[in-house]
């Protein structure tokens, strides 16, 4: 009924832009079918429940922006470390004389009013929660832990699709 999408230690690739379309799906309606009572929801897979996201000093590049993103579609709180802050896309621009390589930047992501985010600083959580040494070696995960708990608040009434409707009786007539 929640959900805890886990970005910690996410190293990068170009898989944000697709979570953060499927994330932003929003039930615009629900689908019934004549051999079932449950419905699926339309577009498919929209998820209607709380979401939070959690990031820590190891997410970086495509990891940096992942919760950038999700905190700008309004699509839940972040909640660990600061992130990393490294975003400049960069390429092997061929091989030096002495077989090393130079790699150069060649991207950079700016936001709609035209200045470049993240890079150099990272992304705040809005609840900063330390994985402690201590804990991690008890077993536990505090950051995983304060999530789940922030989600809990926002369940105080289960998120639940309206159920199938009466269906409708027509006649030949």
Do not use: C
Not at 139 to 154: F, H, N, S, T, Y
């Amino acid at each position: 009924e929640g959900l805890v999408v886990d970005d910690r230690a996410n190293g990068g690739g170009n898989v944000s832009r697709m979570l953060i379309e499927r994330l932003r799906r929003k039930v615009m309606g629900i689908n019934y079918n004549s051999f079932s009572e449950d419905g699926n929801t339309y577009p498919d897979a929209a998820f209607a429940g709380p979401m939070i996201a959690l990031l820590n000093e190891n997410s970086a590049s495509d990891g940096d922006i992942f919760p950038y993103m999700f905190r700008e579609a309004g699509l839940g709180q972040l909640v660990g470390k600061r992130s990393w802050g490294g975003v400049v896309g960069i390429s092997n621009r061929g091989t030096l004389i002495d077989g090393g390589i130079v790699n150069v930047p060649q991207s950079a992501l700016a936001n709609p009013k035209g200045e470049y985010i993240i890079e150099g600083y990272g992304v705040d959580p809005d609840i900063e929660v330390e994985n402690d040494p201590k804990s991690v070696i008890a077993g536990r995960d505090p950051q995983l832990e304060r999530a789940v708990a922030e989600i809990m608040k926002k369940l105080t009434s289960p998120v639940k699709l309206p159920g199938r409707p009466k269906d409708p009786i027509k006649t030949g007539n």
